[in-house]
């Protein structure tokens, strides 16, 4: 079997099941309180040198890990970096690069450097949090709320260009002190909601057109992922916007004013 075949979920479910991983449930790994979590980013498949700036380059690198502790409830502590560059890079750019991870006000704290005939960029992100609510507990009569709108970076990925993820650290933090279960939408509303529904054994109801829009987007754009909001399972919504809720059940079932819908979602060895 190809990893086309058995695709990105997939695999990692076979490490698990083989025991050859452990604890990859979560967005993030918690070690002795320490919550800490890694990305990687590879020109050609996250990003285009031709449709992104080295300053933005450097804020997505670093805010698609601090997505994860925001899922994890956590204060972030440092980021580790390290990244692979070809030779003839220019210095200002990959001083740009390291301007745009500042910006983000997460101290860089070590990592590496190394040669590469294409831009790759490992950052690991390391924080602490006090609850870290994870993918399995939702439960039947919990309702789903996203901390912001859906669907930009489908949008601008069809004008050839990126947006830069938000930081939701703080909101995190505050659903993470009730929240059932919780993820961010990096590889499409659908999929990602399917992660809380296989982990908790419950049903996900979700009500498209409750789902908040970004400025230009389609529905169709929230199957394309990347967005780097918050999806939480909660009791009671507590101002952020609510989407679906929890039933019953298994699996996952988008509903565009009570009509099945069906979404694609980001998977890195299939073409979906």
Same mark, same amino acid.
């Given at each position: 079997?190809?990893?086309?075949?058995l695709?990105?979920?997939?695999?990692?479910?076979? %490490?698990?099941?083989?025991?050859?991983?452990?604890?990859?449930?979560?967005?993030?790994?918690?070690?002795?309180?320490?919550?800490?979590?890694?990305?990687?980013?590879?020109?050609?498949?996250?990003?285009?040198? =031709?449709?992104?700036?080295?300053?933005?380059l450097?804020?997505?690198?670093?805010?698609?890990?601090?997505?994860?502790?925001?899922?994890?409830?956590?204060?972030?502590?440092?980021?580790?970096?390290?990244?692979?560059?070809?030779?003839?890079?220019?210095?200002?750019?990959?001083?740009a690069?390291?301007?745009?991870?500042?910006?983000?006000?997460?101290?860089?704290?070590?990592?590496?450097?190394?040669?590469?005939?294409?831009?790759?960029?490992?950052?690991?992100?390391?924080?602490?949090?006090?609850?870290?609510?994870?993918?399995?507990?939702?439960?039947?009569?919990?309702?789903?709320?996203?901390?912001?709108?859906?669907?930009?970076?489908?949008?601008?990925?069809?004008?050839?260009?990126?947006?830069?993820?938000?930081?939701?650290?703080?909101?995190?933090?505050?659903?993470?002190?009730?929240?059932?279960?919780?993820?961010?939408?990096?590889? !499409?509303?659908g999929?990602?909601?399917?992660?809380?529904?296989e982990?908790?054994?419950?049903?996900?109801v979700?009500?498209?057109?409750?789902?908040?829009?970004?400025?230009?987007?389609?529905?169709?754009? %929230?199957?394309? !992922?990347?967005?780097?909001?918050? %999806?939480?399972?909660?009791?009671?919504?507590?101002?952020f916007?609510?989407?679906?809720?929890?039933?019953?059940?298994?699996?996952?079932?988008?509903?565009?004013?009570?009509?099945?819908?069906?979404?694609? !979602?980001?998977?890195?060895?299939? =073409?979906?």
């Amino acid at each position: 079997m190809r990893l086309s075949e058995l695709g990105e979920f997939g695999l990692v479910a076979e %490490l698990e099941r083989r025991g050859l991983v452990h604890g990859v449930e979560n967005d993030a790994a918690e070690l002795a309180g320490v919550v800490v979590t890694q990305d990687a980013l590879v020109e050609g498949v996250h990003f285009r040198l =031709d449709w992104i700036s080295w300053p933005d380059l450097g804020w997505r690198a670093a805010a698609v890990n601090l997505s994860d502790l925001a899922a994890s409830g956590a204060v972030p502590d440092g980021l580790v970096v390290s990244v692979a560059l070809p030779p003839d890079t220019a210095v200002a750019d990959v001083l740009a690069l390291y301007e745009g991870i500042a910006e983000t006000q997460v101290p860089v704290v070590g990592g590496d450097t190394s040669r590469s005939e294409h831009v790759t960029l490992s950052v690991t992100a390391v924080g602490h949090s006090c609850r870290i609510p994870g993918r399995g507990g939702a439960r039947p009569g919990d309702r789903l709320v996203v901390t912001g709108p859906l669907g930009a970076a489908g949008a601008a990925f069809r004008e050839q260009r990126y947006v830069r993820p938000p930081l939701r650290l703080e909101e995190g933090r505050e659903l993470a002190a009730h929240a059932t279960a919780m993820l961010d939408v990096s590889d !499409g509303l659908g999929p990602d909601a399917g992660h809380i529904a296989e982990r908790s054994g419950c049903r996900l109801v979700v009500d498209l057109e409750q789902v908040p829009l970004a400025a230009g987007a389609s529905l169709e754009d %929230l199957g394309f !992922g990347e967005d780097y909001e918050l %999806l939480a399972a909660v009791s009671e919504p507590v101002g952020f916007h609510e989407i679906g809720r929890c039933e019953e059940g298994n699996g996952v079932e988008l509903l565009h004013h009570g009509e099945p819908m069906t979404l694609p !979602g980001w998977d890195h060895f299939r =073409d979906v």
